[in-house]
């Protein structure tokens, strides 16, 4: 595809068949970036104890949810997670905190615990840790930070939808001060909140002019407990067209399939990576298991092979 990516190309490509969209994807995978496949893994270091209201998340404080809340791990914790990341694969090893904003003890921690990974395992560094400032991004990067993870879930539109305790503008201030710490940004969001696909395209072009380098697409699993918890399960068409969608646009990215995949998906994770999926989490998530370690790398074995047919 060779035309400007707009929002009238978008829409008609909406209504090409399944088939026809998932070849362009396909191709403009292969066009753009070949046979890359990133694999990520993460550590959930500070779980629960969020007083944020998202209504998808188990780690509310708001919300009567059945998960292990517990403060900061220690530095020895996180890095033997990266020595297992780094084992069973992965390309980076994110940490990962809940809350809106971490305290400057916890930063500092943090600070320490990147650097020693820095020293001891060959692997990037990501972290997703909240709305931070330039200063303390430019801190992060120092110690061998390479990518900052946060999401802007949806369209700036549904956003007050999912979130009221905070603004979209904030998502984006802090997507733009770790771009201007010199790091490279991960972010994408969730699909199958009860947006539009209008929503999910504007989401998918916003991420384009962010200059984002990673999108983690991400499918929602209804949690008991939370809001969203009576929401319908999204289908798998609608799954693999979003992700045919946000490669087209997002082209030479890295679109990753996160928490969800193994739910919505089922046994098609495999066409997800044939509609421009090149990456993927592995070892599971952060309130969610995911499969094992084993079943991911025969996955991995599996994408390859359709890769080079």
Request: hydrophobic share 40%.
């Amino acid at each position: 595809m060779t035309h400007a990516i707009t929002k009238k190309t978008i829409n008609s490509l909406m209504n090409l068949p399944l088939r026809e969209l998932v070849f362009l994807a396909d191709k403009a995978r292969g066009d753009s970036l070949g046979s890359k496949l990133e694999l990520c893994s993460i550590i959930n270091a500070k779980s629960g104890l969020c007083g944020q209201d998202c209504k998808f998340c188990a780690q509310s404080l708001r919300y009567h949810t059945n998960i292990a809340r517990y403060p900061l791990k220690g530095k020895e914790e996180i890095v033997r997670a990266a020595k297992a990341a780094k084992k069973n694969g992965a390309e980076y090893f994110g940490i990962v905190t809940s809350g809106g904003r971490l305290s400057k003890k916890e930063l500092k921690e943090i600070v320490f615990a990147v650097a020693e990974i820095t020293k001891k395992v060959d692997i990037n560094i990501c972290a997703s840790l909240g709305a931070l400032g330039r200063e303390e991004l430019a801190a992060l990067k120092q110690a061998g930070l390479s990518r900052y993870h946060h999401n802007i879930e949806t369209s700036a539109r549904f956003y007050a939808e999912v979130v009221s305790t905070h603004k979209f503008k904030e998502r984006l201030n802090t997507i733009k001060a770790a771009s201007a710490a010199g790091l490279e940004v991960c972010s994408g969001g969730i699909i199958g909140m009860g947006e539009t696909w209008q929503d999910r395209i504007d989401m998918a072009l916003l991420l384009k002019e962010l200059g984002v380098s990673s999108i983690p697409i991400n499918f929602l699993v209804p949690i008991k407990g939370t809001p969203f918890e009576s929401l319908k399960p999204l289908s798998v068409n609608d799954a693999i067209r979003t992700i045919a969608i946000f490669r087209i646009i997002l082209k030479d990215k890295i679109v990753k399939i996160a928490a969800g995949r193994e739910a919505v998906l089922g046994d098609f994770q495999g066409l997800g990576f044939m509609a421009g999926a090149n990456g993927m989490l592995i070892g599971g998530y952060l309130t969610i298991k995911g499969r094992k370690i084993q079943s991911d790398h025969r996955l991995i074995k599996e994408i390859e092979t359709l890769w080079r047919r």
